[in-house]
Nanobody
Framework: QVQLVESGGGLVQAGGSLRLSCAAS????????MGWFRQAPGKEREFVAA????????SYADSVKGRFTISRDNAKSTVNLQMNSLKPEDTAVYYC?????????????????WGQGTQVTVSS
């Protein structure tokens, strides 16, 4: 079955960088859209970024555009999220997700597979 395992979270000061990785297994993901979502305490899960595996088409939330970059590594079957210029409001649990669709998706309900999440904490 599909398994998504995130890594790379941690504690960083404002202005710093972190790189999250999502190891995807159990399926050929060429026909999938992969996404990153985040959820802060007391808030709803929100879209961060997505990438269409087959051609690398990307989409970003306005709040992270210009600071975060999503990419995929076909050889390693991983999806990465490079986060630069981090702000305290980026603090959340970050989740990797997969959707068996061919068009970019930004709604969490369209993603059928989820990882366990990794904590990102940005101190001011």
């Amino acid at each position: 079955q599909v398994q998504l395992v995130e890594s790379g979270g941690g504690l960083v000061q404002a202005g710093g960088s972190l790189r999250l990785s999502c190891a995807a297994s159990g399926r050929t993901f060429s026909g999938y859209v992969m996404g990153w979502f985040r959820q802060a305490p007391g808030k709803e899960r929100e879209f961060v970024a997505a990438i269409r595996w087959i051609d690398g088409t990307t989409s970003y939330a306005d709040s992270v555009k210009g600071r975060f970059t999503i990419s995929r590594d076909n050889a390693k079957s991983t999806v990465n999220l490079q986060m630069n210029s981090l702000k305290p409001e980026d603090t959340a649990v970050y989740y990797c997700a997969a959707a068996n669709v061919i068009t970019i998706q930004t709604m969490a309900s369209r993603f059928g597979y989820w990882g366990q999440g990794t904590q990102v904490t940005v101190s001011s």
